[in-house]
């Protein structure tokens, strides 16, 4: 089994990991309600996509 000869430096390991970072997803707003809503997906609060209908939500 292989064994390191030499202790890598936190600067080095850090340098190493810098692309394995989470990034936020992408916010939208709906054209109908204004609500923030995933890109490409109905809106939760009223079911509009792409300035229609496409999901029946109960209305209070």
Known sequence: MA???H????SRRDKRRTHQKVEAPAIS???EC???TLPHH???NCGAYKGRTAVETEKE
Not at 7 to 10: D, E, V
């Open 29 to 31: 707003t709906c054209s």
């Open 34 to 36: 204004g609500e923030a």
């Open 7 to 10: 202790k890598i430096s936190k």
């Open 42 to 44: 109905a809106c939760p």
């Open 3 to 5: 064994l390191p000869k």
